[in-house]
């Protein structure tokens, strides 16, 4: 293929991606849905004008990482640590009731016994993982819109899906580690090492190495963050910040998965937690997100599109898909709901809270699409993940606004 | 290769990239220079840390196409058209006689009889090529600082310098489409579609697509302003707009290599044109260049250095390095200064606009990396390229400085 082939590709990805984007919008879903039903129009499964090649994919990853770091930056460290212990308690919740809820889920619909280490059980705990992380976006843009963002019930659903977002990686990382250790382990540096020292079980090995990056990282960080507040503070706003910013991103990607064998977008999520606390951290996450919808961004969305392939879908996976939806918005309404209830908050804020919670969105799609690459997912589920996101992101803001709505008529 | 392991590349790259560029300016040299010598020393020729890789090559293809659009883009047609007639006549000249100068140069020094269809004669006529487009970036800047920028001199440095872009893209078209007019013809739609119309000379063909392209690009161009215009007005810097216009930028460099067999970077100049005069052209050109400097600007200077090989660099290669700085310059200094001349100005102020014109870039590197692509220069002449650019960058700020202070103590 001559190099000019691929900018045709690019063109109808970007024009198609933006195109449904907007009328996503205007139908009030959100717009990654538009640009995966853009991929999906332009691949395979429809006009055939786009292929996956092995550049618009690596592209793809490049999107993911970038979505990852994003997010790790919008991270506000401080406001966490205030909110503290309770919105870590309704976040756990939040994370291990759906975790539980999904992994019943595809055990009983595929009658797969609960036998640790086999193949298929692992599928089924991955699905759990990927009803894990709640998008807080859309639940935030509609309590800013009602004006309850800054209260107590507002704080409390941020803080606990932004420690959800933590909770959940590292129970990603932690299951992608376990399903399969041997599997690769001879690539990664410290699995050679520690195989050298001391011959050990497998399933010890990848805890070990899951612990010992997440210290390292903190230890590292912590060094990595000193330079850079040096650097923020002599060149505020200059180019080298994000330049040197989006170079940790990839370096902490590679190196997580070469010395521990540990997910790239783990890697990328927590070099964005380092950076979260910079002044410049705003403004390296708006030269990220340039980067971003220009390109990455869009090719990531449109490429899990152009990876589903919609003539598998039969009437198993559409009742899977509906069972998928219920199950992973009651479990995150009950987990958080009844967390938020236990720790004294009246029934109704509590609801207020699950409902909340229960947003899916990018990072949904991004723990499918990486159990897409390491085997635990096949790609006909994703349309599971996009329903979800689907009617998650239609009905919050419905559901809060009539919850709300009901409150100010009982106050008047 | 493992997806992750790209990522490496990417860090070392922007990091080296960026730290060489600082330390270029700080050195009065231009930031690419630095970026260069950064791919130099990664690559191969001597730490041997990164690879050319297929998925690099095409990332810095993209950088390419960003670069040319911004340049198109930063055109400003109605100060073209006011300077007129006068800096058209210095363009001209400006382009022509380092042209003439550069292929006599090679000719000469390899003693290559000058025979119209022959591949080695077609190399001189290319190293002329790389020798016509002035960057007058840095000519501006000096003058701005002088406070000379809006005289007439800096006013016409700026129109010509324009201008020079525009004849030295269809020249370097041009030349590329006759050099081997056959080749790869079968690809083109356009030349097939000719040969089973009516078969003629592939000169003629050459020329009458070349026609083709431009007549088609202005008639389209004007359709597509309009329609981008709408949207300007309607919609003032949303996504959208850079978004659509770099989906042109694709589209026109694929288009001009699939139907017309025109380079791609001749595509995406042109499409930069056809924008330059919206009112949001300078968003546009904003968000390029995050995307340009954050990645694919980085990734394509040092791709240069990655792929030049300094252990190929003999006596012989040097001398020609020599020969070809001073041919540039003074061919640069000759052609605009007589023609500035011819036009009236004062013998001092001539110069003054010879010395102007004289600045190469970026530009330069980019045909002369078209070249090696069509196989018309080899990656050791990429040395010459980068010491005309450190001469020529380095020298004109500190020759007009003196030119113009003269003057002042004269008029004292």
Partial sequence: MEAFEVFKDLAIIIVFAKLFGL??????????????????????????IVNLSDFISQMAEIGVLLLMFSAGLETNLKDLIKTGP?????????????LIGGTILYSAFYHIPPVWGDEKFFSAIFIGVIMTATSVSITVESLKEMGKL??????????AAIIDDVIG??????????KNPDAGSENVVLMRLLDNIYPMNSFVKV?????????VAAGLGFGIYKLFKLADFRFPHTRRIPILGLALCFVFAWAAETFFGIADITGAYVAGIILCS???????????????YMLFGPIFFASIGLKTDISEINVEILLFCVGFVIVAL???????????????????????????????????LIVAQKGLAVKMVEPVYFTAVILLIIVSSIST???????????????A
């Fill in 278 to 292: 910079l002044k410049d951290s705003e403004y390296i996450a708006e030269k990220m997100d340039t980067n971003s």
């Fill in 207 to 215: 805890i070990i190495l899951t612990v010992l990056f997440f210290a």
């Fill in 330 to 364: 009651a479990t995150k309404i009950i987990g958080c709901g009844l967390m938020s209830r236990a720790l004294r908050f009246k029934w109704k804020d509590s609801l207020k809270i699950g409902i909340g919670m229960m947003t899916r969105g990018e990072v949904a």
């Fill in 86 to 98: 309770k919105a870590l308690a309704i976040a756990c919740a939040g994370v291990f009731v759906p």
């Fill in 23 to 48: 009328i996503a919008r205007k139908l009030r879903a959100p717009q990654v849905v538009g640009e995966i039903i853009a991929g999906l129009l332009i691949g395979p499964s429809v006009l055939k």
């Fill in 150 to 159: 800054k209260g107590e019930i507002g704080q409390t659903i941020l803080s």
């Fill in 169 to 178: 990686i590292i129970v990603l990382t932690f299951v992608i580690g376990l």
């Fill in 397 to 411: 803001p419905i559901i809060l606004k009539l919850l709300y709505a009901s409150d100010d008529k009982a106050k």
